[in-house]
């Protein structure tokens, strides 16, 4: 009797577990057609984030240019945002390579349903027991659908990262904050959580956070799949991200206005210096010429303008920042004042400057006529020196940057 009645309680229990845990027919519909609007969402967002870098590259020279965004916080975050994306990229290019390798296996099972017959192998292979299309098209399928949950779980987190970023920029624009105090806000306030989260773990909210979706989602990738094995798959996606990640940052250390240009100046990257050869989506990061060859007696040389330097005139007449005895220098009045122009290694004086707008996006510049008739045919140099007044780690720094620009042109015989 008292066997019966334990058969038959847990019978009751397994059915009960077997209903709740029933797949309705709709989901079981959607996931057995679900491969449809991967290929297409994986399709379109791929696209876009081919598109994405050089338009983010941008908008951070923007930052930096006219809003005075540090060029440290402003790398920061786009080497975050760059991360971001190109993490997706990988995800999306394995996923789309994965659904084509599964609709060849599909075609493969309609074909050869029966899959392998062993009586007409080579001898060598005939005794090798050998899987059915069915098995692999099934095997594949649960791995595309497996690594089409990963950008739900990746994205969240992403996201809400990059609010709060977006969001410290901002704070960082409002209230002129620039040396780098944003990203010591995000330090900050990562800390604070990281804190709360320790001291207050049987709370509520940290059981909600721990159960919110993507704490599900990992949870559901570490149990299912091994916790070793989802840490893998993620650091091997990291590390394909890498060289994407290193193209696009390509070219943004220009960008760094209170800097010396780079050493291998004998491999001129002509894009920044030459409007000739300029990449028109993108803005001007120093100085630069119209043409590396010259006809003329004369040329126009253009200075960018960054909204900083604004701060940094404004902090030295303010005696905020004081010039070093050692500088040779002058406490500048006006934009110009922060440069020095040298036509190979000879000052040139008495500059007249004008203020102009660039066709890409109104950029702000200075332009100046230089006399050149009086130069040799052949190769010359113009060179820019910059007083860069900053703030780094709460101290006050004033520097010279002897090299701020080099631009080498040919005068051409008449």
């Given at each position: 009797?008292?066997?019966?009645?334990?058969d038959?309680?847990?019978?009751d229990?397994?059915?009960k577990?077997?209903?709740?845990?029933?797949i309705?027919?709709?989901l079981?519909?959607?996931?057995?057609?679900?491969?449809?609007?991967?290929?297409?969402?994986?399709?379109l967002i791929?696209?876009?984030?081919?598109?994405?870098p050089?338009?983010?590259?941008?908008?951070?020279?923007?930052?930096?240019?006219?809003?005075?965004?540090s060029?440290?916080?402003?790398?920061?975050?786009?080497?975050?945002?760059?991360?971001v994306i190109?993490?997706f990229k990988?995800?999306?290019?394995?996923?789309l390579l994965s659904?084509?390798?599964?609709?060849?296996?599909v075609?493969?099972s309609?074909?050869?349903?029966e899959?392998?017959d062993n009586t007409k192998?080579?001898?060598?292979?005939s005794?090798?027991?050998?899987?059915s299309?069915?098995?692999l098209v099934i095997?594949?399928?649960?791995w595309?659908?497996?690594?089409f949950?990963?950008?739900?779980?990746?994205?969240?987190l992403f996201?809400?990262?990059?609010?709060?970023?977006?969001?410290?920029?901002?704070v960082s624009i409002l209230?002129?904050?620039?040396?780098?105090?944003?990203?010591?806000?995000f330090?900050?306030?990562?800390?604070i959580?990281t804190?709360?989260a320790?001291?207050?773990?049987?709370?509520k909210?940290?059981?909600w956070i721990?159960?919110?979706?993507?704490?599900?989602?990992s949870s559901i990738?570490?149990?299912?799949?091994?916790?070793?094995?989802?840490?893998?798959?993620?650091y091997?996606?990291m590390f394909?991200?890498m060289?994407?990640?290193?193209?696009?940052?390509?070219?943004?250390?220009m960008y760094?206005?209170?800097s010396?240009?780079?050493?291998e100046l004998?491999?001129l990257?002509k894009?920044?210096?030459y409007?000739?050869?300029?990449?028109?989506e993108?803005?001007?990061?120093?100085?630069?010429?119209?043409?590396?060859q010259?006809?003329?007696?004369?040329l126009?040389?253009?200075?960018?303008?960054?909204?900083?330097?604004?701060?940094s005139?404004?902090?030295?007449?303010?005696g905020?920042?004081?010039?070093?005895?050692?500088?040779?220098?002058e406490i500048?009045?006006?934009f110009?004042d922060?440069f020095?122009?040298?036509?190979?290694?000879?000052?040139?004086?008495?500059?007249?400057?004008?203020?102009?707008?660039?066709?890409i996006?109104?950029q702000?510049a200075f332009?100046m006529?230089?006399?050149?008739?009086h130069l040799?045919?052949?190769?010359n140099?113009i060179?820019?020196?910059k007083?860069?007044?900053?703030?780094?780690?709460?101290s006050?720094k004033?520097?010279?940057?002897?090299?701020?620009?080099?631009?080498?042109?040919?005068k051409?015989?008449?």
């Amino acid at each position: 009797m008292e066997d019966k009645f334990t058969d038959t309680s847990q019978t009751d229990i397994e059915d009960k577990f077997a209903n709740s845990s029933a797949i309705p027919d709709w989901l079981k519909d959607t996931q057995n057609r679900s491969w449809e609007p991967e290929v297409i969402i994986s399709g379109l967002i791929l696209t876009s984030l081919f598109i994405v870098p050089t338009k983010l590259f941008q908008f951070y020279t923007i930052l930096i240019q006219e809003y005075a965004v540090s060029f440290v916080s402003s790398l920061v975050i786009f080497l975050y945002l760059s991360f971001v994306i190109n993490v997706f990229k990988v995800f999306f290019i394995i996923h789309l390579l994965s659904r084509l390798a599964w609709a060849g296996l599909v075609g493969l099972s309609y074909a050869f349903p029966e899959g392998v017959d062993n009586t007409k192998l080579f001898k060598t292979f005939s005794e090798y027991k050998f899987r059915s299309p069915t098995e692999l098209v099934i095997k594949l399928e649960n791995w595309c659908s497996t690594l089409f949950g990963f950008p739900v779980y990746t994205g969240i987190l992403f996201t809400v990262f990059t609010f709060v970023l977006f969001l410290l920029v901002g704070v960082s624009i409002l209230f002129g904050l620039h040396s780098t105090e944003e990203i010591y806000l995000f330090l900050l306030l990562t800390a604070i959580y990281t804190v709360i989260a320790y001291v207050f773990k049987k709370s509520k909210i940290a059981q909600w956070i721990g159960t919110s979706i993507p704490s599900t989602i990992s949870s559901i990738y570490q149990s299912n799949l091994g916790k070793w094995k989802v840490m893998i798959f993620v650091y091997c996606i990291m590390f394909l991200s890498m060289p994407n990640i290193l193209s696009d940052l390509h070219g943004f250390d220009m960008y760094a206005n209170i800097s010396n240009i780079d050493d291998e100046l004998e491999w001129l990257n002509k894009s920044f210096w030459y409007e000739e050869y300029h990449d028109e989506e993108l803005r001007y990061a120093r100085a630069f010429i119209k043409k590396e060859q010259v006809y003329n007696e004369s040329l126009l040389l253009n200075i960018v303008h960054y909204q900083e330097d604004e701060f940094s005139i404004a902090s030295l007449k303010s005696g905020e920042f004081q010039i070093p005895d050692s500088i040779d220098w002058e406490i500048p009045q006006n934009f110009p004042d922060l440069f020095r122009v040298y036509l190979n290694d000879s000052l040139v004086s008495n500059l007249d400057w004008a203020k102009v707008k660039l066709k890409i996006d109104h950029q702000k510049a200075f332009t100046m006529i230089l006399d050149i008739e009086h130069l040799k045919p052949g190769k010359n140099l113009i060179r820019v020196e910059k007083l860069c007044a900053f703030s780094i780690l709460m101290s006050d720094k004033i520097k010279v940057r002897k090299r701020w620009a080099e631009i080498p042109f040919y005068k051409m015989k008449k």
